[in-house]
């Protein structure tokens, strides 16, 4: 079976579309660039994310709401802070009102117009 590769920069531009006070989960990245088994994949291209913050990977959680990593987990505290100051509450280490805060309307077309820094 042939090995399908991730557009890392089409995955970038999907998640600026991602406003501020809103979240998205790996697996939605995943399945918004063409790729819905590929949430793991997701999180290796946000551990590497060259342009942060203006590309808010902070902003990528797991599906049931708690936190995921942020730079391999050393800086998950810089995560909560980036979130909570963006109107996110974390309790527990998950989201509170994940539903509410879920952003899905990604746009492929969208990204063909989109740049990166």
């Given amino acids: 079976m042939k ?3 991730i557009d890392k920069n089409k995955v970038y531009k999907l998640l600026k ?4 006070g809103k979240i998205t989960t790996y697996k939605g990245l995943a ?8 949430a793991r994949a997701i ?10 913050p203006i590309v808010p990977c902070h902003r990528v959680v797991y599906s049931d709401g708690s936190l995921g990593g942020f730079s391999g987990m ?4 810089e995560k909560v802070k980036f979130l ?3 109107g996110i ?29």
């Avoid at 399945?31 to 590929?38: F, I, R, S, T």
């Avoid at 509450?89 to 990166?116: C, M, W, Y």
């Fill in 74 to 77: 050393e800086r998950i505290g």
């Fill in 84 to 86: 909570n100051s963006e």
């Fill in 3 to 5: 090995k399908r590769i």
């Fill in 43 to 52: 999180g290796a291209i946000m551990r590497v994310n060259p342009y942060a």
């Fill in 89 to 117: 509450l974390i309790n527990d280490g998950k989201i509170v009102h994940f539903k509410e805060h879920l952003f899905k309307n990604f746009s492929l077309r969208a990204t063909e117009k989109e740049t990166l820094p």
């Fill in 17 to 20: 579309q991602v406003p501020k």
């Fill in 31 to 38: 399945e918004a660039v063409g790729h819905p088994n590929a």
